[in-house]
């Protein structure tokens, strides 16, 4: 015996209620399969359905190009280099006494200690570049001389650019979570949109012998499965 049984995935859902919508209309005309709020209704839903579903998958789509990475890795590369070098150079002043070890506290780094910090995270070279920009300008303004061979302003540069991306990415994470959040809220209102939907396609054609039923509800996207050695066939694609 043919029993229903809800779409599982959200390309399913889409094509299932695409397919009534669609077939609710044959050449301009209105077939009267489908009550007029509740045509409206799964139509409106699933406009609004499609486009957070086309953001999700367009940002996820951004978020893994190839070419975006490759691109971000080089910036977080370059950023991290420069960051580095920049406070090993700080290091070697220090030890030739061009600069006082005391000066070390204002990028942050331990007074007593020539060894770099871990920078393999992104947040720290985020967190490092900032300090010693800070740092720099602070030493820099009560009459310091600038550090060479990178300069502060190669290493602001670096830094500033690969923190944009850094943001950039942040906000396609952030777009992605939001509309997954958003289409797994819709999803239960989709669910009863679609059996509503099924049950007046149903009823439309309740008249008729089983299997002529079954043909014509199907065509306005009803999908049904059949139970067989206890797995479930799809009658429908």
Same mark, same amino acid.
């Given at each position: 015996?043919?029993?229903r049984r809800l779409p599982k995935t959200d390309q399913a859902r889409i094509r299932?209620?695409?397919?009534? !919508?669609?077939?609710?209309?044959?050449?301009?005309?209105?077939?009267?399969?489908?009550?007029?709020n509740t045509y409206y209704k799964a139509k409106t839903f699933l406009e609004r359905f499609v486009r957070e579903v086309d953001i999700y998958k367009k940002s996820v789509s951004e978020q893994s190009s190839k070419r975006g990475n490759q691109r971000y890795e080089a910036a977080l590369k370059r950023a991290r280099m420069y960051v580095s070098h920049f406070i090993q150079v700080l290091s070697m002043s220090i030890m030739r006494g061009e !600069?006082?070890?005391a000066k070390r506290a204002y990028y942050g780094l331990p007074e007593n200690e020539d060894s770099l910090p871990n920078l393999l995270s992104e947040t720290a070279v985020l967190e490092?570049?900032?300090? !010693?920009?800070?740092?720099?300008?602070?030493?820099?303004?009560e009459g310091g001389v600038p550090i060479y061979n990178p300069t502060m302003g190669r290493v602001s540069v670096e830094f500033e650019t690969f923190r944009q991306m850094y943001r950039q990415q942040q906000m396609l994470q952030q777009r992605?979570?939001?509309a997954l959040r958003n289409i797994a809220g819709m999803r239960p209102e989709g669910d009863k949109i679609i059996l509503d939907v099924w049950s007046e396609?149903?009823?439309?054609?309740?008249?008729?012998?089983?299997?002529?039923? !079954?043909?014509?509800?199907?065509?306005?996207?009803?999908?049904?499965y059949?139970?067989?050695?206890r797995k479930a066939k799809d009658t429908q694609e």
């Open positions: 015996m043919p029993y299932t209620l695409r397919m009534a !919508i669609d077939s609710s209309v044959q050449n301009g005309v209105y077939m009267n399969v489908l009550s007029h !600069i006082a070890r490092w570049g900032q300090r !010693i920009i800070d740092g720099e300008r602070r030493r820099q303004a992605t979570s939001d396609i149903e009823a439309k054609f309740s008249a008729l012998e089983s299997s002529e039923r !079954i043909k014509h509800c199907a065509s306005y996207g009803v999908i049904y059949t139970r067989g050695d």
